[in-house]
């Protein structure tokens, strides 16, 4: 069974790992023009949210007491296959 600890560490290098893809994305798209950067862009905005949103998460389980972190698994794990699916969609557009 994972602890705590381990799934702060997890995510937190998820959060790594996504942060030097979505930099990688940022910087494919800004080198796009006209519409089609503005759509990358957008893509680029929905990574980010989720990176912030992965964020919070961190900090709340850091800060959870307890067993309450127990009760954060689930929807971690959901905003984790929500993200992982949006970089999969971005990242096929963008192609780097």
Known sequence: MEDKVTLEN???AQLDEWAAIVGRL????EQ???DVAMTFMADIE???AYQKRAETY???????QGDAWKDMKHDIALMQGQMGQAM????KRIKI
């Open 32 to 34: 796009a023009h006209g």
């Open 26 to 29: 940022r910087a494919k798209a």
């Open 10 to 12: 997890k995510l937190q």
């Open 58 to 64: 961190l900090h709340e389980l850091h800060q959870s």
């Open 88 to 91: 999969d969609r971005t990242w």
């Open 46 to 48: 929905e990574l980010a």
